[in-house]
C-alpha cells in the first residue's frame, strides 16, 4: 500500500506561484518505478489530468499549462512536485498527485489551490 500526501497549496494572487509536493510512503517503496501525476477538480467540473512525470523524467502537460507548470521528481526523497507559475483564475482547483504501478493506482488527498483575480 502506497500512501500519498499533498502540501505547498494555498491562496495566491493572479500572476503568482505556489510549489505543491507529494510524498509518498512508506520509504521502502521503489518510488522510481511509478508513474507520477498531478490531478486537478475545479468546482462543477470534472476531474482533470494536468502533468505526468514516468520514473525516469519524462513529462507531459495538458495545453492549458505548458509553459507555466513544471512537474519534477526526486527519488531519493521519494517526492514530486509541480511548480505553478503566472497563476490564473481559472487554475483554481483542488489538485490530487497520484501514482500508478502496473494494474495499481493510489491517490492522494488533495490539497486546495485558489487564485485570486
Known amino acids: 500500500q502506497v500512501r500519498l500526501v499533498e502540501s505547498g497549496g494555498g491562496l495566491v494572487q493572479s500572476g503568482g506561484s505556489l510549489r505543491l509536493s507529494c510524498a509518498a510512503s512508506p520509504f521502502r517503496i521503489i518510488f522510481s518505478t511509478y508513474t507520477m501525476g498531478w490531478y486537478r477538480q475545479a468546482p462543477g467540473k470534472q476531474r482533470e489530468l494536468v502533468a505526468t512525470?514516468?520514473?525516469?523524467?519524462?513529462?507531459n502537460y495538458i495545453e492549458a499549462v505548458k509553459g507555466r507548470f513544471t512537474i519534477s521528481r526526486d527519488n531519493t526523497k521519494n517526492t514530486m512536485y509541480l511548480q505553478m507559475n503566472s497563476l490564473k483564475p481559472e487554475d483554481t482547483a483542488v489538485y490530487s498527485c497520484?501514482?500508478?504501478?502496473?494494474?495499481?493506482?493510489?491517490w492522494g488527498q488533495g490539497t486546495q489551490v485558489t487564485v485570486s483575480s
Open positions: 497520484n501514482a500508478i504501478l502496473g494494474k495499481d493506482t493510489y
Open positions: 512525470i514516468t520514473g525516469v523524467g519524462n513529462t
